[in-house]
């Protein structure tokens, strides 16, 4: 669409189908692409932010059925320290739960055996915020399903809404988010780019307490800071408090609100194919919108007998996979099993292009012909020598400016130490100068009373003598 703006507009094309009479092989592409994709393996960065105690760590635990935050801890903040990542099986089908660890798993490089089992990193925090309340971390895990992997990093922002004064307390996760752009751009623009690791949030899942009121203005102003940067997709955490009533009011006043402050959440995307059923799902899908969600991993035993993940109340229980009872199947469709691939598309071609395009303005570069760079190699090549050039010249002035702060302190303090010898050496010529003084004086004295010794009488050098 973007580009049907951006480009002239091309004559009309014919496109004539004919079906070939002999076999040629590329109808074998989606094998080798399938092949490849198992081969690479998936990843996917999820960033939750969340008030404490609003169920985030339950729902992410519920997402990929496996205990990723470390309950020994009895807290959100995991302290594993092994570098090992973990597999586990998940199987779902039907609602039946099998919490069973892939222990057969033939990496067995990858498996670990104590609950020290998540990869986590904890950044930028502290001591890159002004706000030391908020800080980010991250858990990394490897999951493990019908033999496809995907590594699932989810990145934590504890802290995040639990102040009295919670201004500003959205800057370290918009930092990070940018950081990881930085990162991903800094890696495209090294010479060997042929694995690039991506950081980069592909989601973010934001918790909304179950208030049925309306957004808060910290809410909102998060929402509004990072719909750009992040596929937005905000969820009404613990709906099992609510009434279906109230779930719906509350979920009309939200959109709105998000509506009105103009902020865009993340709507799959139609595709030429799609048939109108298809289009028609999508769209209901998005409609959904916030996800009201249920979190559990506890297994009860429903009406029909069955054991599903659920939470037993005295009045019936709440089934977590049932999508009559919450929006958790929603979330879990939007997140992993639909749309996984899209959410990493918008983040490379849309929110990823545009912090990178802003950032090349920034620097001063010309964006003319940025639109094209994806079909114009030559173009991009150009752009990253810019931005490298750019880098560089922006280093150099850096390293101009330490320079000369450096000279001009050296300066400062030989200027100094140069009026302090200067001091000295005045002070200490003055002593000197009293001192002679002193001494000529007393030079003086004597030479006179010798001087008057000699000329007196002699009976009175006598009696002097005497004396
Ligand atoms: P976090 O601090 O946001 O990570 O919250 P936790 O996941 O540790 O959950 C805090 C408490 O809320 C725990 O007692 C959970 O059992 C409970 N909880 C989690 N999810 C839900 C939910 O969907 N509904 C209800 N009613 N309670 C929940």
């Not at 971390?137 to 009295?164: A, M």
């Not at 545009?354 to 173009?379: H, M």
Request: a negative charge; aromatic letters at 6%.
């Amino acid at each position: 669409q973007v580009l049907s703006q951006v480009l002239p507009e091309q004559p009309d094309l014919r496109i004539i189908r004919r079906k070939i009479t002999n076999y040629v092989g590329f109808a074998n592409l989606p094998k080798q692409w399938h092949r490849k994709s198992i081969k690479k393996g998936f990843n996917l960065n999820i960033l939750c932010v969340s008030q404490t105690g609003l169920g985030k760590s339950t729902l992410i635990n519920t997402l990929f059925n496996k205990n990723i935050y470390n309950e020994e801890n009895g807290s959100n903040i995991v302290n594993s320290t092994t570098d090992n990542l973990d597999k586990i099986k998940l199987e779902d089908d039907n609602n039946t739960i099998s919490n069973e660890e892939s222990a057969e798993n033939t990496n067995t490089d990858n498996v670990s055996s104590n609950n020290g089992n998540n990869k986590h990193n904890s950044s930028n925090g502290n001591s890159e915020s002004n706000q030391p309340n908020v800080r980010i971390e991250s858990v990394s895990t490897i999951i493990e399903e019908n033999g496809v992997n995907l590594r699932l990093t989810v990145v934590d922002t504890p802290g995040f809404g639990d102040s009295i004064d919670n201004t500003n307390s959205w800057e370290p996760i918009i930092k990070e988010v940018d950081s990881r752009f930085d990162q991903y751009l800094d890696a495209e623009n090294r010479i060997n780019r042929s694995v690039i690791e991506d950081n980069r949030i592909h989601a973010c899942l934001y918790f909304i307490e179950p208030t049925a009121h309306f957004l808060k203005p910290l809410d909102l102003e998060f929402c509004k800071q990072i719909h750009e940067k992040c596929n937005l997709i905000p969820i009404i955490a613990k709906s099992d408090i609510l009434t279906e009533e109230e779930i719906d009011s509350f979920k009309r006043k939200i959109t709105k609100q998000l509506q009105e402050a103009g902020v865009k959440l993340f709507k799959p995307p139609h595709y030429e194919l799609d048939d109108k059923e298809t289009i028609k799902l999508t769209d209901e899908l998005y409609n959904k919108l916030p996800f009201a969600v249920v979190g559990s991993t506890d297994l009860v035993v429903n009406g029909e007998g069955k054991q599903v993940r659920g939470r037993s109340y005295p009045w019936g229980i709440v089934e977590v996979d049932n999508a009559n009872h919450n929006d958790f199947v929603y979330l879990r469709d939007y997140l992993v099993r639909q749309y996984l691939e899209e959410l990493r598309e918008r983040t490379n071609n849309e929110l990823y292009e545009n912090y990178r395009s802003e950032k090349l303005t920034k620097l001063g570069i010309n964006q003319d012909n940025l639109v094209f760079k994806e079909f114009d190699p030559e173009t991009r090549q150009k752009e990253d020598k810019q931005l490298h050039e750019a880098k560089l010249a922006k280093l150099e002035a850096e390293m101009k400016s330490v320079f000369q702060t450096k000279v001009s302190e050296k300066e400062k303090k030989l200027q100094k130490s140069e009026a302090e010898l200067f001091a000295r050496h005045k002070e200490m010529k003055e002593k000197l100068t009293k001192q002679l003084k002193a001494l000529e004086e007393k030079k003086h004295q004597l030479e006179m009373s010798i001087a008057n010794q000699m000329t007196s009488s002699p009976a009175q050098k006598k009696k002097g003598f005497l004396r």
